[in-house]
């Protein structure tokens, strides 16, 4: 699963430079996405996994992964799907079409979040200076998502390999995550 995630969906943004980059940890920003947030009813959930192309997950904490596509549980009735940039449209319609008579919710989140890639050996212990959470594999799987606060700021962390996660916050929370992970870095590096 994390080979594909690495290489087919969550990829780092071409255009823009790393954000930290030391010899066990690096910041990259994630390529922008599709990001769609869909609420719906337990007996439409394959439906919509079908129309999407990737399974919707119902075990919480999880996410299911297609060709280019995710879904990430988000609660019992509400995931976020992600695919490429320019699939917005196409997916969109696809499950609209699929659910025009069951009741759902689906909306375009593209523009209000995006997201970093934190790896390496020290991604853990870096997102651990501002998430309570145990990133040991054990406890936090490769596949596992959680929505989560860094500090002060919502977040959702996605470990998509063994040191590898992807955290994606509002646009307007980015820089505050963004830069609170940059200066424990460099404590890191001073240590």
Same mark, same amino acid.
């Given at each position: 699963?994390?080979?594909l995630?690495a290489?087919?969906?969550?990829?780092?943004d071409?255009?823009?430079?790393p954000?930290l980059?030391?010899?066990?940890?690096?910041?990259?920003?994630?390529a922008?996405?599709?990001?769609?947030?869909?609420?719906?009813?337990e007996?439409?959930?394959?439906?919509?996994?079908?129309?999407?192309?990737?399974?919707l !997950? /119902?075990?919480a904490? @999880?996410c299911? =992964?297609?060709? &280019?596509?995710?879904a990430?549980?988000?609660?019992p009735?509400?995931? #976020?799907?992600?695919a490429?940039?320019?699939?917005l449209q196409?997916?969109?319609?696809?499950?609209e079409?699929?659910?025009?008579?069951?009741?759902?919710?689906?909306?375009?989140i593209?523009?209000?979040s995006?997201?970093?890639?934190?790896?390496?050996e020290?991604?853990?212990?870096?997102?651990?200076?501002g998430?309570?959470?145990?990133?040991?594999?054990?406890?936090? !799987? /490769?596949?596992m998502? @959680?929505?989560? =606060?860094?500090? &002060?700021?919502?977040?959702?962390?996605w470990?998509t390999g063994p040191? #590898?996660?992807?955290v994606?916050?509002?646009?307007?929370?980015m820089?505050?995550?963004a830069?609170?992970?940059?200066?424990?870095?460099?404590?890191?590096q001073?240590a």
């Amino acid at each position: 699963m994390s080979e594909l995630l690495a290489n087919d969906l969550i990829t780092p943004d071409a255009g823009e430079s790393p954000l930290l980059s030391l010899g066990n940890v690096s910041i990259l920003k994630g390529a922008p996405l599709t990001r769609l947030s869909l609420r719906l009813r337990e007996a439409s959930v394959k439906d919509a996994g079908k129309a999407f192309g990737a399974s919707l !997950p /119902v075990k919480a904490l @999880t996410c299911e =992964v297609g060709d &280019k596509r995710a879904a990430l549980w988000m609660g019992p009735d509400e995931w #976020t799907l992600l695919a490429p940039e320019d699939d917005l449209q196409s997916v969109f319609n696809s499950i609209e079409t699929a659910l025009k008579d069951q009741p759902h919710a689906l909306v375009d989140i593209s523009e209000r979040s995006e997201s970093i890639i934190v790896s390496g050996e020290k991604a853990a212990w870096l997102l651990n200076t501002g998430i309570f959470i145990d990133f040991s594999l054990e406890a936090f !799987p /490769v596949g596992m998502v @959680t929505r989560t =606060v860094f500090h &002060k700021s919502p977040v959702m962390v996605w470990r998509t390999g063994p040191d #590898t996660f992807v955290v994606e916050a509002w646009v307007s929370f980015m820089d505050y995550v963004a830069g609170l992970l940059v200066q424990a870095a460099q404590e890191l590096q001073a240590a």
